[in-house]
């Protein structure tokens, strides 16, 4: 397929392990690196070609309005939520700004860095809408910085991607971004709802895969993480560009 054209970057949470940081700013404006983890997601999307990002708020959401007025790129549309809607009940709310054609969706807590070739051009390449209802960023568990769960996915060789049982170790685990087809939302009630839902009807139906990242990947979930992180990406001599076209660089 083509680069999608429009991306969810999910930016509503609470940020409570993140505390005290998060006492005075949403989680998603915090730094690491030189950059906030929201413009670190938002960086990515308009250097892949993405043309507007839709961006969710609710605590502290004013400050994230504020933040994003001086961005020039991706076009950015808010979608300010009274009540918190999870992950899935987010986009939904928000559908009707995402347009008709598959779309990313991005969490803002989570970092990563590309390999040879930008992971949204990588996950672009690799949707194929006739066997696919959404295709999920996997990183491998074991290389996942900051992450300490039992992972979430096995993946098929042909990339089909199936949620580890109650008792299972999985060789992956989520990375925060996602491919999905607009309709899967459109299905949903509006209200409180979770991505995991529309991932398990489609892996039921066979239509859910994976890709693997071929990059670093980092999950920024406690103030003790954001030192770590930053010192890691510090150490590998990796600087984050601020003026255009936004993107990581050696």
Known sequence: MSMPTHAMVLA??????????TLTRPKP?????????????LDRLEAAGVGTAVVNSHYLGHMIGEHLAGRTGPRIELSPEETLLETAGGVRHAIDRLGDA?????????????????ALKRMAACWDADAMDALLLLMPTVAAV????????HMD?????????????????????????????RALE??????????????AEGRLYGMRHDGAW?????????????????????????????????
Do not use: C
């Open 146 to 153: 900051g992450y300490e769960g039992n992972g979430d996915y």
């Open 190 to 203: 509006p209200g409180r709802r979770s991505n995991t839902e529309l991932w398990h009807r489609a892996e």
């Open 29 to 41: 404006l915090i730094e690491v690196a030189g950059r906030t983890l929201l413009d670190h997601a």
């Open 12 to 21: 509503a949470g609470l940020g409570l392990r993140m505390r005290p940081l």
């Open 102 to 118: 598959p779309f990313f969706v991005v969490n803002a807590d989570i970092l990563w860095l590309d390999g040879p070739t930008p």
């Open 218 to 250: 980092f999950h920024v979930g406690t103030p003790e993480a954001v030192d770590e992180v930053d010192a890691l990406i510090r150490g590998r001599g990796i600087r984050v560009a601020l003026s255009q076209p936004r993107t990581v660089v050696p």
């Open 157 to 185: 060789p042909d990339g089909r991607a199936r949620f580890r049982q109650p008792d299972e170790l999985a060789p992956f685990v989520y990375a925060g971004v996602q491919i999905i087809k607009p309709e899967l939302y």
